[in-house]
């Protein structure tokens, strides 16, 4: 029985409601008066429901299709201005008792290179970071209770918090690790995370159950219950994902948006981003192997879709898609993206050859971090190394309230603006960093937010120029 109050994986993510929404969204393809409906509810801009959503995904209408990648651009426009977030993922270990089929780290691989940092090398990986100009983080680490117990984690990020390195600093570190315990969650909470990140993979239990034939990540509901624990344990901020490629997409949009809704149905606010990761090569791994593979176009579609149907939600794309991949999908709704990322356990501070290295999977995008500022700004975009609202409280509903009244650009155009500053004085090319110096100028004059907060933003510029750091609104 279909219930978004159920704290019961198999009734928030119903299967029965899902295969009804498929129906119903293929019946409803070429409803032309359906879709006008459904359009102009979502031009409201408030989001819709999973039914409306999959219908506009199943939509085969051109010009229909062409009205949804429009709003999708006006509502990124409204909600997140041409800010994108940066971080960097974090591998820690790759050790891993799990038996994921998609995923190199799973146990029966006995010839990629185990290894986990020790506190040290945790150190060395974050002064190398820092010294891209990275703020944000996201720790990545295989399951494994003896080799990566909790303990480990919160150690590890203890180190991570700690390390000042010139004029460096990690201010925000969200956390992928997977599904755990209440107690586990709180202890994660108390060690100032940001978000908790744990991606779904599928939502389709049977397919769930294939993927994933042992370990403790086989037991679907505790994995899909995951957020719910989170939330329970105060952890507010949490993303969610499917790795696309593994099951078909109409049913993982679905099920995507049901999770979402579950989420504020039951503890009234969303999830704080959407990640939409697709499978890629790795050790071991041939995503040939997985046919429900998606192409372009319909993983635009997709992304447009998310951005309609949640508006107040960040999107993340990493740097498992290529340059002209992350470029399109820019406009349609992405507001954070990782850059000069490694999938490798100690890939940053010291890079190994191909024959011994242990990254995850292939990245497509491998361009610096600077050549990828450098980049966003080519486009327009005013990159952000921004961590303000998660350090001044502003999140789980606190965020949503702000971000609803679409309250955000009064601190985050600030705050971007500030921070890539930051960037530019410590880290950026010359190149970068005259450009940079432009953009700022220009994004200054046209600053919405009043004359106070105009002033106190100039004034801020001054002193970053003169050696301080770290301001915020
Ligand atoms: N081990 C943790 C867990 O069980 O949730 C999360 C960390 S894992 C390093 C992060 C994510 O990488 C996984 O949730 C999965 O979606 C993704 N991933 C695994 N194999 C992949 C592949 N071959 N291509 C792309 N993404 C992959």
Redesign the pocket.
């Known amino acids: 029985m279909y219930n978004p109050k159920s704290h019961k994986a198999e009734e928030f993510i119903s299967h029965e409601e899902i295969l009804e929404t498929l129906e119903y969204a293929q019946k409803n393809k070429n409803n032309v008066e359906l879709i006008d409906k459904i359009l102009s509810k979502a031009k409201q801009k408030k989001g819709l429901t999973h039914r409306e959503a999959a219908v506009l995904l199943d939509c085969e209408i051109e010009e229909k299709n062409k009205e949804i990648y429009e709003l999708a651009m006006e509502i990124k426009q409204d909600y997140y201005g041409n800010r994108i977030v940066l971080f960097a993922p974090l591998y820690l270990s790759n050790y ?1 008792v ?1 038996g994921c089929v ?3 780290y799973h146990h029966q691989n006995k010839h990629i290179p185990r290894r986990k940092l020790t506190q040290e090398e945790i150190k060395n990986e974050v002064i190398a970071l820092q010294d891209m100009g990275h703020k944000r983080l996201a720790i ?4 494994d209770p003896v080799n990566n117990p909790i303990e480990y984690i919160l150690e590890s990020l203890k180190t991570i918090y700690s390390v000042k390195h010139k004029n460096g600093a990690i201010r925000r570190v969200n956390v ?3 599904a755990t315990s209440v107690e586990n969650y709180k202890k994660l909470h108390e060690a100032g995370i940001g978000t908790y990140v ?2 779904q ?1 599928t939502y389709n239990k049977e397919t769930y159950e294939r993927l994933h034939p042992t370990g403790p ?1 086989h037991n679907y509901a505790y994995h899909t219950e995951a957020m719910d624990r989170a939330m329970e344990a105060g952890i507010d901020d949490v993303s969610l994902g499917v ?1 696309f490629g593994l099951e078909l997409y109409r049913y993982e949009f679905t099920a995507l948006m049901m999770h979402a809704e579950h989420l504020e149905a039951a503890f009234g606010v969303g999830p704080h981003a959407i990640s939409v ?1 697709r ?2 090569k ?1 050790d071991d ?1 041939d995503p040939s192997a997985f046919d429900n593979g998606i192409d372009d176009d319909t993983f635009a579609k997709i992304v447009a879709c998310i951005r309609i149907a949640t508006p107040y939600t960040g999107m993340i794309i990493s740097t ?1 898609e290529s340059e002209a991949c992350r470029e399109r999908l820019l406009k349609l709704g992405i507001s954070q993206m990782s850059g000069g990322s490694k999938t490798s356990v100690g890939g940053y501070f010291n890079p190994m050859p191909d024959s011994e290295d242990s990254a ?2 292939d990245i497509s995008d491998r361009r610096p971090l600077d050549e990828v500022i450098k980049w966003l700004m080519e486009l327009g975009y005013l990159p952000s190394f921004c961590t303000a609202c998660y350090r001044a409280g502003r999140t789980g509903e606190r965020f949503m309230d702000v971000c609803k009244q679409q309250q955000i650009h009064n601190f985050c155009h600030p705050n971007a603006i500030i921070t890539l500053k930051e960037y530019l004085e410590d880290y950026a090319s010359e190149q970068t960093k005259s450009l940079g110096e432009k953009f700022i100028k220009h994004e200054m004059e046209i600053l919405e937010s009043g004359e106070k907060i105009k002033a106190a933003v100039a004034e801020d510029l001054v002193k970053i120029e003169h050696g301080e750091r770290d301001f915020r609104f």
């Open positions: 891993c799990n998609y995923c190199p990545e680490s295989g399951e992928n690790i997977a744990l991606f993979e990540k790795l990761p499978i890629k790795a791994i498992r995850q999977f």
